[in-house]
Nanobody, 123 residues
C-alpha cells in the first residue's frame, strides 16, 4: 500500500507563504501523478493542483492560479506545493493523493491518500 505523508502546514498571516511537502514511504512516486486537495470545515474536498509523473504537466484550480506552484523532485521522492499570498479562504486541511495515469483535479480518480496537514491563514 502506497503511503503518503504531508508536512509543512501551520498558522500563517494573510499574505504569508507556506510550502507543503508530500513524501512517500516504501514506494517511488516517479510513476504517479500527484494531486493536492483541500477540505475546509463544512465543505467538500476540492482539487487545488496536480502534476504529472514527469512534472511536465501541471494544473491549478482558478482560485490559486498565480499564487500556488506545484513541483516535484523525483530524486527526493517528494512533491511540493508552494503557497504564496495566502488568504483566509485558503484555510483547510490539505491532502496529497497519487494515481497512475493523467494528472487530474478530480478527487475520485485518486486511490492513494495521505492523512492531511492543517493550513490556517489568520491574523
Amino acid at each position: 500500500q502506497l503511503q503518503l505523508v504531508e508536512s509543512g502546514g501551520g498558522l500563517v498571516q494573510p499574505g504569508g507563504s507556506l510550502r507543503l511537502s508530500c513524501a512517500a514511504s516504501r514506494f517511488t512516486l516517479n510513476y504517479y501523478a500527484i494531486g493536492w486537495f483541500r477540505q475546509a470545515p463544512g465543505k467538500e474536498r476540492e482539487g487545488v493542483s496536480c502534476i504529472s509523473n514527469s512534472g511536465g504537466s501541471t494544473n491549478y484550480t482558478d482560485s490559486v492560479k498565480g499564487r500556488f506552484t506545484i513541483s516535484r523532485d523525483n530524486a527526493k521522492n517528494t512533491v511540493y506545493l508552494q503557497m504564496n499570498s495566502l488568504k483566509p479562504e485558503d484555510t483547510a486541511v490539505y491532502y496529497c493523493a497519487a494515481r497512475f495515469g493523467t494528472a487530474t483535479l478530480i478527487k475520485t480518480s485518486y486511490r492513494h491518500w495521505g492523512q492531511g496537514t492543517q493550513v490556517t491563514v489568520s491574523s
